[in-house]
């Protein structure tokens, strides 16, 4: 039987337009076979013994006693649409809820942890609901966020317009059909990740905005987080959340089953329209066409830029993504910088504080409200203290010496935490967040000289693999362990054997097999998803096909001149440049900008608001122009044919800098041996001087 997940369905997945995206599998890869429980791989396996044990026991132990989330996600159900599938206006597939229908069955998964499949089944709330009678609303369940709807004297507020233009189009639709025609006042983005503002041309005119007709109100920061924390290593992060986003999983009980906090990412048009008011106090008071607003600055929580929002009218609390059913990533296994969970607990705790004694209701971008305060109190208190005890406990261990490659196994939260729902780690896990705890504070060496500069993977496994005997011996033990249920231990000695042969088809096969089960029996998504992703591609190779694009204009514009400039630096190969020496002065007229570019000692640099007095070579651009050659519209010599560009001096320097940099495409090995079985994407024929791929962030 052939793989369902054929190179072209893959193509078709991740392909909608210049300006689309598809992280988390956004591109539907539905499995005809998920309502039958059949596997949609020729090469998978069913749970093993020791796999169904483990979700038994799991099943009596969990607290599936409190069925709160359950009523809570129910609650004001209004609505649901006829459809359950949106199309993306490049024709494609943007949004498919009925994928996964498989989950509404009633039938327990042995592929999937019981606590996992709880959560999973909770997201699958579609259509409209009502949070406060007659003035907040809901659109669940057409992206892996919530749209929020504020009723005003005369429209709406909308509270984070999904990721993509049409899911968030259908959504208003939707709320319009149902509750009456209004038109939309203002677009509140809680923060910097692409699922809670990448919408929002689905539901306001740009003109509209510049015209001061519709406010859009974000926080602080916004514009510089929104694209800066995914340029720099956004080739790399769109590589490795094939792997937490189970990009490649078709929607089945042995593949992609939920993202934590909600279904999945829209594979639509992505844009971005820059906020007109941006909230820079720690709290700050509002009022939009008769609603009041007190917005509470929260950077350097769930995003680098995050406000939450109380409506003092309502008593209503909106936790944007720091309060939601799960505990989050404190570091994200496709790519970001390392978060601060103790200024996250604490910034739970200033809203506790300041709002929690009052508030009859918290609402978030993400999962479902909960209601009344003693309710709302306990939530957050529960993940307040998640937070905090991760961190402080995590470093308790650490300052009696436990070590970064030990934590995961030795930190466990307080059976207080674990009794409690809101205090489960679906988008995290606590392996790996107890690792990030040390990685923040210590970084990621463990005190050991023996693992400072140690050799890479490729090179000690040989080593491993001679001592243990060889091959055979290996394969031989590694099937043993497999067969006791000893999974972690057969991974460890079977991923030196896929180092040191990374063609030996039977090792990649055994590996698979031992991720597979592993997956199986993992709580959180991001962690399931990796491991089932991997064995995926140890089976079959990478697969060929279009990479998640989301260099859309919107996001290009949002691109700063320094921040591209940076980019460029990182896409130098330093080894061509070496010897090279000049220094390029870059003006940008209609924006007032000034650059000098210096290439020496095989680095590019740059300073901003600096002129060289003596450069090479001087380039005059508009800003405006320049967008268009970082979009892929244009090149710099069409520019400069079209009287656009001007070059003043010697373009040698220019020639130079072209030869050195590098088109980035996510085409390499995370598993070895990987990279031969399927074609690899062909390298672009792009520009060099076109922005690097922007990695996407949505619940990230």
Do not use: C
């Not at 507020?157 to 968030?168: M, Q, R």
């Not at 140890?538 to 260099?551: D, Q």
């Amino acid at each position: 039987m052939k793989t369902r997940l054929s190179l072209l369905a893959l193509s078709i997945a991740l392909i909608s337009g210049n300006s689309a995206i598809a992280a988390g599998g956004g591109g539907v890869v539905a499995d005809p076979g998920a309502m039958q429980g059949k596997h949609f791989d020729s090469k998978g396996k069913a749970p093993s013994t020791f796999t169904v044990d483990l979700q038994n026991g799991l099943r009596k132990t969990l607290p599936f006693e409190d069925k709160r989330d359950f009523e809570e996600s129910k609650r004001g159900f209004i609505a649901a649409p006829t459809y359950k599938t949106i199309m993306a206006d490049a024709g494609n597939v943007a949004w498919d809820m009925g994928s996964y229908d498989f989950l509404l069955q009633g039938k327990d998964f042995d592929s999937v942890h019981p606590s996992l499949q709880r959560q999973a089944i909770l997201n699958m709330g579609y259509g409209l609901y009502e949070v406060v009678p007659g003035k907040i609303y809901q659109v669940r369940g057409f992206d892996l966020s919530n749209i929020s709807f504020v009723k005003t004297n005369t429209g709406w507020i909308v509270f984070d317009p999904l990721t993509s233009k049409e899911t968030a189009r259908a959504a208003l639709e939707l709320v319009n059909e149902k509750l009456g025609k209004r038109p939309v006042v203002a677009v509140v983005y809680s923060h910097s990740h692409a699922d809670h503002f990448g919408g929002v041309r689905g539901v306001v005119d740009e003109a509209d905005v510049k015209s001061g007709k519709v406010k859009i109100i974000a926080p602080a920061g916004f514009m510089d987080h929104a694209v800066a924390e995914n340029v720099y290593a956004g080739n790399a992060m769109t590589r490795r959340l094939y792997f937490q986003y189970g990009v490649l999983l078709p929607r089945s009980p042995f593949g992609h089953v939920d993202q934590s906090i909600g279904k999945n990412t829209a594979a639509g048009n992505l844009g971005l329209i820059e906020p007109t008011i941006l909230i820079n106090e720690p709290f700050e008071k509002m009022t939009v066409d008769g609603v009041e607003m007190e917005f509470q600055n929260t950077p350097g929580t769930e995003a680098p830029a995050e406000m939450n929002t109380y409506f003092p009218q309502m008593k209503a609390f909106w936790a944007a993504e720091n309060i939601t059913g799960t505990i989050h990533n404190i570091y994200t296994l496709r790519g970001a910088l390392v978060r601060d969970a103790l200024a996250w607990s604490k910034n739970i705790n200033n809203a506790l504080y300041r709002y929690g004694n009052e508030a009859q209701v918290m609402f978030a971008s993400h999962s479902w409200p909960r209601w009344g305060n003693d309710r709302v109190q306990e939530v957050m208190r529960t993940q307040r203290d998640s937070y905090a005890h991760l961190n402080n406990e995590v470093l308790h261990l650490a300052n009696n010496g436990v070590t970064i490659n030990e934590v995961h196994n030795i930190y466990k939260q307080p059976e207080s935490l674990k009794s409690q729902w809101a205090a489960h780690s679906y988008h995290g896990s606590e392996e790996h967040n107890s690792r990030a705890v040390i990685n923040r504070y210590l970084g990621y060496w463990d005190a050991n000289p023996a693992t400072l500069i140690p050799l890479s993977p490729k090179d000690s496994a040989p080593l491993y693999v001679e001592m243990m005997g060889g091959s055979g011996k290996i394969m031989a033990k590694g099937k043993q362990l497999y067969k006791q249920g000893k999974y972690r231990e057969a991974m460890e000695i079977v991923n030196k054997l896929v180092y040191a042969e990374p063609n030996n088809t039977a090792a990649k096969d055994l590996l698979a097999d031992i991720f597979e089960q592993i997956g199986y029996q993992k709580e959180s998504p991001s962690v399931r998803n990796s491991f089932l992703g991997a064995a995926y591609e140890l089976r079959h190779g990478i697969p060929s096909g279009a990479s998640p694009k989301s260099n859309g204009p919107d996001m290009i514009r949002a691109m700063t001149t320094e921040l591209w400039l940076n980019a460029l630096a990182i896409s130098m190969d330093s080894k061509k440049a070496a010897g090279m020496k000049f220094t390029i002065n870059l003006s940008t007229p209609d924006n007032g900008e000034k650059f000098v570019v210096e290439m020496s000692n095989s680095a590019l640099n740059n300073i901003k608001g600096y002129q060289d007095k003596n450069p090479n070579l001087t380039i005059t651009v508009n800003r405006s122009d320049l967008e268009k050659v970082m979009g892929g519209q244009t090149t710099f010599e069409k520019l400069q044919a079209e009287g656009k560009a001007k070059f003043d001096g010697d373009r040698k320097a220019f020639e130079q800098l072209r030869s050195t940099l590098t088109t980035f495409t996510p085409d390499f090995e995370l598993m070895p041996g990987t990279k031969g079985k399927a074609a690899p994407p062909a390298k672009l024929n792009k520009d060099p001087f076109e922005a690097p791929p922007i990695a996407n962030s949505d619940g990230a």
